[in-house]
């Protein structure tokens, strides 16, 4: 096991603060010398509720609980597996590592291949959308163009954190250059509003045709998230919302209470494959995004988006972010992301 530390090329601002590093930790099996198993285990600093002081023995106990059954077991759906998983239901990233270990380690391809599909054997890509971080409007407005020019289809700016008559100006300069048709436009605020001012927020975004925004108000206020939701002119997506809820009866009834237009799964916080599915079973309208890994976990999640066959654009185009990822067949071009096999892996430490 290996707490590695991701340094961003640029500091990432979002409402909650800016970001300069970020750690995570990515655990090798071995046999002899040949790599049969990789995982990245990402408590995200702030947003996961892994509780901290108990995470590092429990992810080597639950590693070690896993190794004694990866020889027996012939996927993800042996009641075992799932019991170690549901032993995990107060650290979301380690359900989502343990996943992520067992289908590597089954893997009849390479320990990267943890899911089969046009996507992973490089025949296909998917859609993603170009991120524009936080920060003073200059500084977001030069994320702009670049963006622009990689081809994306569908930008995300992050919301909340400067005056919003600012950031107001600065997507309605995107929109004036683009119609609905030609660039889809999408917010983040992180939960930066208050429910008594975010309708008015809201109000102003819909003249500008946004696609939607995510978490407008901060999570844990289900009737008035629910209010919002009714009352709004444009569409609302769940993000933050969702982590912290561990099992199929706590997602419904948050669901089936708010009523959002779609939610966002970011697997590392809210519990991996198996949340999703149970999310997916409640709600059909959804995107997926990493939540900053390095390109180990992104290449599983990527690989899993790419089964479901997505219309959407997904929150996949982190991998660029930091100045010591680990070299991989990723690849973001022409506003989507690929798996070009002919490129190596490189994990070194």
Request: glycine fraction near 6%; hydrophobic fraction near 40%.
């Amino acid at each position: 096991m290996h707490k590695h530390l991701l340094n961003f090329k640029i500091p990432g601002g979002t409402s909650r603060g800016v970001l300069t590093s970020k750690d995570t930790y990515i655990v090798r099996l071995f046999k002899v010398d040949r790599l049969v198993a990789i995982a990245e285990f990402n408590r995200f600093e702030g947003l996961s509720i892994d509780p901290l002081p108990s995470y590092l023995d429990k992810l080597k106990k639950s590693v070690e609980q896993l190794l004694g059954l990866l020889d027996s077991v012939a996927d993800l759906n042996d009641p075992r597996i799932d019991g170690l998983l549901q032993e995990n239901s107060a650290y979301p990233s380690i359900q989502f590592g343990l996943e992520q270990l067992t289908l590597s380690y089954l893997s009849i391809t390479s320990p990267f291949h943890l899911f089969d599909s046009p996507f992973s054997r490089g025949k296909s890509s998917i859609s993603i959308n170009g991120l524009i971080w936080m920060g003073d409007s200059s500084f977001m407005k030069a994320q702009i163009e670049p963006l622009l020019e990689k081809g994306f289809k569908c930008l995300k700016m992050k919301i909340g954190a400067i005056n919003f008559d600012e950031e107001y100006r600065l997507l309605k300069s995107i929109r004036d250059r683009f119609t609905t048709q030609e660039l889809t436009l999408r917010v983040d605020a992180n939960g930066a509003f208050d429910s008594k001012s975010v309708l008015s927020v809201l109000d102003e975004l819909a003249v500008l045709e946004i696609h939607s925004i995510e978490q407008p108000i901060k999570a844990g206020q289900w009737q008035e998230m629910a209010r919002v939701v009714e009352e709004s002119p444009i569409p609302i997506a769940l993000d933050e919302e969702l982590i912290g809820l561990k099992n199929i009866e706590s997602r419904t009834h948050c669901i089936n209470t708010i009523q959002p237009d779609y939610l966002i799964f970011k697997p590392a916080l809210i519990g991996g494959y198996g949340a999703i599915e149970q999310y997916r079973s409640i709600h059909d309208q959804f995107w997926i995004t990493s939540a900053l890994e390095s390109n180990i976990g992104l290449n599983a999640i990527a690989q899993y988006t790419a089964t479901l066959n997505p219309t959407l654009e997904q929150g996949l185009g982190t991998g660029s972010l930091y100045t010591n990822n680990f070299d991989s067949p990723l690849l973001v071009a022409n506003g989507a992301l690929s798996y070009q096999n002919e490129l190596p892996w490189k994990i070194q430490f």
